[in-house]
Structure formats: structure tokens, C-alpha cells
T-cell receptor, first 116, second 111 residues
């Protein structure tokens, strides 16, 4: 089946530093990738949608200058949390789909970000 | 835009009994309704999905029903087992294949 690889699985960083999270589709071309944030015991919250080769579309309330998304190829999207603060600590998950419209979402394993 | 409501938030059933989780959606144009299972600290995994041209779909102990007129869909798990314990999320699609998620149901299987 389709595989989405997300790295790192866990990261601890100091306040003020930046963290990059990678999301790769290993065996299919991910024309669209989604980035989610999940707080404990809550549902997935969509942060942004990225289409290969174009700028990401951010959901209301998500700062695009703080959460930089790059989807430069059909197999790789990155999320960079810039100038991280403790309130950015969360579980970040990417998902990807191909362009057929019939493909379900395939999720990465998620990244647990802790900002100290 | 689409709004998805999911009930109950917590469901506790005896092992071997059935569990039913219900979701309603608001956008009649939605066509795709997946259900995901998420174990603690792990990624959501698709367990079953249904499209709007089908009223029911079954996969072993799991089934999903869809009522487009009433705009609700349900997940049915029969003969529940301890490994079914997890949080289950329903979702409905809007344009651009974006999924709008329900709030989740924590399913507890009592031995």
C-alpha cells in the first residue's frame, strides 16, 4: 500500500530555534499534501494544504510566516516551525494523496515537537 | 462550509458487544466519508470508507452506513475485541479533497 514517511518522529528544541519536519511519499506521487496539528485528546486540525509547485493554502488562524511549508516535488513536503515557542509543542502529522480523487489519505507517523 | 459532528465522545462497551459511532455533516455536496482509527501517539489509520453512491459497506467486523438524505453516517463494529480500543474519527470531504474531521470518539472495550 501507499506509504508516507515522516521525520523526525520526535524532536526537542529550545525556544527561538526552528525545526523542519519532512514528509515523503515513498511509492506514489503526492500532488497534494496536508499538514495537521493535534493537541492531546483532540481531533486533527488542518493547518495548511500544499500542492506541488505552488504556494500552500493556510487555514484561518495559522501564521504562514511561522509555519513555512514547501512542496517542491511530488514526493516531498516540509513544514518548518520558525522561532518555536513552548505553545508550538504539539503532534504534527502530514498526509498525502495523489491526483486521482479516488485515493484515500495516507498519513505519516507524526512528529512530536517539544519546545523547551 | 462543511461541519462534522461526532457522537459520542466516549463509548464503553463490553468485549464481544457491538459499538456504534455516529456522525452528521452539513454539506450535501460531500461525497467521501472515511473513518480513521488512532491509537495513542500514532497516526490515524483508515479502517473503512464510503462514497455517496453507496448506502452501506462492510469489511469483516466493521461496517459503515450512509444516509445522504439525513446527512449522517455511522460506524458499526461487531464482536468487539480489546484491540479495538482506540480513538475513532469520522470525516467528510469538501472541495480539493480536504477532510473535515469529527471531534473523535474514544472507544473503550471492557474485558
Amino acid at each position: 500500500g501507499a506509504v508516507v514517511s515522516q521525520h523526525p518522529s520526535r524532536v526537542i528544541c529550545k525556544s527561538g530555534t526552528s525545526v523542519k519536519i519532512e514528509c515523503r511519499s515513498l511509492d506514489f506521487q503526492a500532488t497534494t499534501m496536508f499538514w495537521y496539528r493535534q493537541f492531546p485528546k483532540q481531533s486533527l486540525m488542518l493547518m495548511a494544504t500544499s500542492n506541488e509547485g505552488s504556494k500552500a493554502t493556510y487555514e484561518q488562524g495559522v501564521e504562514k510566516d511561522k509555519f513555512l511549508i514547501n512542496h517542491a516535488s511530488l514526493t516531498l513536503s516540509t513544514l518548518t516551525v520558525t522561532s518555536a515557542h513552548p505553545e508550538d509543542s504539539s503532534f504534527y502529522i502530514c498526509s498525502a494523496t495523489d491526483s486521482s480523487g479516488n485515493s484515500p489519505l495516507h498519513f505519516g507517523n507524526g512528529t512530536r515537537l517539544t519546545v523547551t | 462550509g462543511e461541519n462534522v459532528e461526532q457522537h459520542p465522545s466516549t463509548l464503553s462497551v463490553q468485549e464481544g458487544d457491538s459499538a456504534v459511532i455516529k456522525c452528521t455533516y452539513s454539506d450535501s455536496a460531500s461525497n467521501y466519508f472515511p473513518w480513521y482509527k488512532q491509537e495513542l501517539g500514532k497516526r490515524p489509520q483508515l479502517i473503512i470508507d464510503i462514497r455517496s453512491n453507496v448506502g452501506e459497506k462492510k469489511d469483516q467486523r466493521i461496517a459503515v452506513t450512509l444516509n445522504k438524505t439525513a446527512k449522517h453516517f455511522s460506524l458499526h463494529i461487531t464482536e468487539t475485541q480489546p484491540e479495538d480500543s482506540a480513538v475513532y474519527f469520522c470525516a467528510a470531504d469538501d472541495s480539493n479533497y480536504q477532510l473535515i474531521w469529527g471531534a473523535g470518539t474514544k472507544l473503550i472495550i471492557k474485558p
